[in-house]
């Protein structure tokens, strides 16, 4: 729906102002139009609206000079407020205060709630991979050890080796060659 300027109302409503006159014209539909540009430029829920359902609805008098004053009415309303704004509703202002109190608590439960676990999860997240890497280095330190521990053997293995080796070549070396 497009917005509607004060002056485009002012001259529909002019314009349907001088159809009353007209003497071939069916009256009680120039009223309900009439009672229409009311509720779309006005406000549907005006006393003016009320004056368009008494014309409509009951035989009286004069209808068309009551009619021409309140299209009138009409166009003086329009010029000292402007032109009727329905006011918007979205989804929060159709809910008590009550129900919106409740709804704001539920939201920053779950919100701390979700932050909560989420936490959670992080730290687990962290731990698993501490807990990872200390297995890595521990493997990494058990290898390292044993691979100590084997090379101390060969190395303690080759110093005998050594000794032997050296108290044999003792026992084996000519008497003349220690002259």
Known sequence: ???SNKAEAIRLLRKHRAK?????MDIYQWLRYAADLTDKY???ETQL???????INYDVPNHRQRATNLIDQCIESIEDNGVYR???????MTLSNEALITL???VLLSSIAGSWYLGLGYNQFRVDKLNETNLR???????????????AQKL?????????????AALTVPASSTK
């Not at 009353?20 to 071939?24: A, I, K, T, Y």
């Not at 609206?49 to 014309?55: A, F, I, M």
């Not at 303690?156 to 050594?162: I, L, V």
């Open 104 to 106: 704001i608590i539920g």
């Open 137 to 151: 280095l521990e493997s990494e330190i058990r290898q390292s050890v044993r691979l100590n521990r084997f090379t």
């Open 156 to 168: 303690d293995s080759c110093q005998r080796s050594s000794k032997e080796l050296d108290s044999k």
């Open 42 to 44: 006005v406000g549907p």
């Open 1 to 3: 729906m497009k917005k």
């Open 49 to 55: 609206r009320e004056g368009w359902n008494t014309l």
């Open 86 to 92: 329905p006011e918007n509703k979205n989804f929060l």
């Open 20 to 24: 009353v006159d007209q003497r071939d």
